[in-house]
């Protein structure tokens, strides 16, 4: 009679974490197949079953990391390299280098050459590239004339640009003295109040306007003097006409501020050039006397970034 054993089972006790109530195998045999099987206690640790991390799990990890690696190959090679050679140079496997490639021409920061089906750089890599490179160009042609328009006029001078409905400023030059006033430099701001504010809705459509005045985006900033919707667009006008904007007390209580447009290559708007200080040094008056070192030093930034008068 043939041995009531299950055969090509290891029934050695291993933990089994979806066997319900059993801890283990051997306990939930029946008697009469138990007797036909070493006790748990015999069995040797060694033929214990430890649970470990599949080689696909762990290279799930620094993914990005990863895809950075992969990029930097695309982007050193001569040549557009295979998949074997993209993952003998980055130490990863061939499966893990083909999913990444995936990803990244789904959003096209890599491109497949259907004839080799090989990889090269997307499209999108130029364009990161090209913002980055305009970022630096503001910056170098930006960072001379501010300091020295802060050495004539003993005030902060700061740079902002638009992205989208927001006003970020990017650069500012602070004055060697006890009590100045600042640019929230990095800090996303609406376009519904202040100086460079008015300049960047100055570019835009008078439809375009209307919508950001009936949004009214909230910001986390309240100001203290925020200009009505009606007399925001006067004021705008007023930009159009003049070539430069002011703001009295709008954003910060004490604080009063003068800014004119940077032009790019294109007769663009590419910044917005200002100075800003306490209300009792910057009056009306002073902006007026002030205006033509504020426009001169936007007028050299401009030419640095290929702008030219018409």
Sequence with gaps: MSSPCLRGVPF?????????????????????????????????RSARVTLSPTPDAT?????????????????TDTVPPSVRGIAERTGLSKSAVQRILVELEAVDLAMRDPATRRYGLGPRTLALGSAYQRGLSLHAASIGPMTDLVTEVAETVGLSVGHADRLI???????????????????????????????????????????????????????????????????????????????FEETIEGVH?????????????AAVLSITAPSERLPDERMDELLPSLLAAAALISGRLGHRER
Aim: overall charge neutral; some cysteine.
């Design 12 to 44: 050695d006790g291993t933990v089994l974490p979806l066997m319900g109530h059993c801890r283990t195998v051997f306990g939930c045999l029946p008697a009469r197949v138990k007797q036909c099987l070493p006790s748990p206690a015999t069995h040797p």
């Design 59 to 75: 290279e799930e990890r620094g993914l990005l990391r990863r895809a950075v690696a992969v990029l930097d190959t695309l982007a």
């Design 169 to 247: 400023h990017v650069e500012q030059v602070e004055p060697q003295r006890r009590l100045s006033a600042r640019f929230d430099v990095g800090r996303p701001l609406p376009l519904w109040f202040g100086a460079p504010a008015k300049v960047l809705l100055a570019e835009r459509s008078d439809d375009e306007i209307l919508r950001v005045l009936d949004d009214r985006e909230q910001t986390d900033i309240e100001p203290v003097n925020p200009p009505a919707p009606d007399e925001l667009r006067r004021q705008v006008a007023d930009v159009r006409r003049t070539g430069h904007a002011r703001a």
């Design 257 to 269: 501020t003068l800014s004119v447009p940077v032009r790019g290559a294109l007769d663009d708007l």
